[in-house]
């Protein structure tokens, strides 16, 4: 049978970091700049699949991007998701939200509230090479 996870058959995103275990990508969401995906390399659907060694190391990189997406992007509050509905893969979502975002206060997946300013992404989209600095600089001083 012909593998049909769309994690396993690329990056799933502009990517930032990887090792042998997982890795972070950038999303290409345009309405979101910063929304960052932590993805296990190998395909397990479920956080259980993993050993509790690797549950542990994606978390830690989980909070390692959370911690560099709040340092550069500076929103209000990141959104911390794993679903993994249409794509079962073991992957997490890091979402940085504003209360002037499209869909603010609901998921970014609900239905957009408001379109979000031009201007105010642009100036999003302009952190972003920050952001994969900051990525790997949080990454690199985790205990290995």
């Not at 996870?5 to 690329?10: K, R």
């Not at 910063?34 to 259980?48: L, Q, S």
């Not at 239905?111 to 600089?137: H, N, V, Y």
Request: glycine share 4%; aromatic share 8%.
């Amino acid at each position: 049978m012909a593998n049909v996870c769309d994690l396993c058959d690329g990056d799933g995103g502009q990517l930032v970091f990887k090792n042998d275990s997982y890795r972070v990508v950038l999303v290409d969401e345009a309405a979101y700049p910063g929304f960052c995906r932590v993805i296990w390399n190998g395909h397990f659907k479920e956080m259980t699949d993993l050993s509790p060694a690797d549950r542990s190391a994606l978390m830690n990189a989980v909070w390692a991007v959370e911690a560099a997406v709040r340092e550069v992007m500076q929103p209000e509050k990141i959104n911390v998701a794993s679903l993994g509905n249409m794509t079962p893969h073991v992957h997490w979502h890091v979402i940085p939200r504003y209360t002037d975002d499209a869909h603010f206060p609901s998921p970014v997946w609900a239905e957009a509230k408001r379109e979000s300013a031009a201007a105010t992404l642009e100036q999003r989209r302009a952190k972003l090479p920050q952001l994969r600095a900051a990525i790997m600089r949080h990454l690199s001083s985790m205990p290995s």
